[in-house]
């Protein structure tokens, strides 16, 4: 499966930002989806994850109440809302599947999206 994420940018503190992650192959329906953020100099940090027909969510707790992960299979695509974006939000935004749907084992893995925050 290919991963394509989008729809980062430059936004200011307590704004908001959707991303998408259009997937490629038929099986994404069945697959578990996650978002995860590199910031710089960190290491890459689990953000949201959402299971196959989406009736499970986890979030980390630096973004739970103020992002939203969602899917629509028949477009193939993921997404994550963010709202009240913070300075500390900044990071290039990664989407990875987990064929297990078992929102652990991410095995595939988009190019990131900038998202840059600003106070």
């Known amino acids: 499966v290919q991963l394509q994420a989008s729809g980062g940018g430059l936004v200011q503190a307590g704004g908001s930002l959707r991303l998408s992650c259009a997937a490629s192959g038929r099986s994404f329906s069945t697959y578990a989806m996650g978002w995860f953020r590199q910031a710089p100099g960190k290491e890459r940090e689990f953000v949201a994850g959402?299971?196959?027909?989406?009736?499970?969510?986890h979030y980390a707790d630096s973004v739970k109440g103020r992002s939203t992960i969602s899917r629509d299979n028949a477009k193939n695509t993921v997404y994550l809302q963010m709202n009240s974006l913070k300075p500390e939000d900044t990071a290039v935004y990664y989407c990875a599947a987990d064929p297990s749907n078992i929102l652990v084992r991410y095995d595939y893995w988009g190019q990131g999206t900038q998202v840059t925050v600003s106070s």
């Open positions: 959402i299971s196959a027909i989406g009736r499970t969510t």
